[in-house]
């Protein structure tokens, strides 16, 4: 389980929050390598090799509002946060793979979406809660969702969208009040979806 409560945050930020949210629901293509193997290929490819085959398939940039922060853990993982309040707030930005190794070659934006849900729930998150979140007012292309935290505090959004053979999504987590620090940073957030540049060959 996340540690609950913003007094189990103490010495981390929110993006750790959102980082270990992917983490533990099974969303992190490095983090969960081991989990998906297929077994009705031929030659069966290992997890490290499609992740090797796809790194340089895919690439992305984004346009941070003044103030944030944006700190790189691979090409997969990138983690944001406002300097003023990253204990408040975090942004975890993932790339993730639809092949038969992980499992989820064909899927839709919803039927991954599902398995993200699935993978929540794991972890304590009320699923009866999800529902779509139209705030944002984003393009067309971006599925967003949200879903209260299990602390029944904040609450965690999730914008995802699908490119070819790969889903990039936003996992945005509030740890409290979460209505004061979505108005205070729903038009950062807007820019920095809207705004991505993401391309896949």
């Keep these: ?16 929050f ?3 949210t992917l983490r533990r ?13 297929s ?4 030659r069966a490819q290992t997890p490290q090799e499609v992740v090797a085959q796809y790194q340089n398939k895919f690439d992305y940039s984004f346009d ?4 944030w922060q944006m700190q790189p853990v691979n090409k997969y993982q990138v983690q944001m946060s406002p300097a ?3 204990a408040k707030v975090g942004i975890a930005f993932t790339a993730d793979i639809l092949h038969p190794v992980f499992g989820t070659a064909g899927f839709s934006l919803e039927r991954y979406w599902k398995r993200v849900l699935k993978g929540l729930s794991g972890q304590g998150y009320p699923a009866s809660t999800a529902k779509r979140f139209r705030g944002l007012k984003l393009d067309k292309q971006w599925l967003s ?6 602390d029944g505090k904040g609450k965690a959004l999730f914008v995802l969208t699908k490119k070819k053979d790969m889903i990039f999504m936003y996992t945005i987590v509030f740890i409290e009040h979460f209505s004061e620090y979505f108005d205070k940073y729903k038009d950062d957030i807007r820019t920095i979806v809207d705004n991505s540049q993401i391309d896949v060959k």
């Design 25 to 37: 629901a099974g969303q992190l293509v490095l983090m969960g390598l081991a989990l998906s193997l």
């Design 145 to 150: 969702m949200i879903v209260d935290r299990p």
């Design 39 to 42: 077994t009705g290929l031929a």
């Design 84 to 86: 003023a309040d990253k």
């Design 64 to 67: 941070l509002p003044d103030r």
């Design 18 to 20: 959102a980082y270990d």
């Design 1 to 16: 389980m996340i540690p609950n409560g913003p007094e189990a945050a103490a010495g981390r930020t929110a993006t750790s």
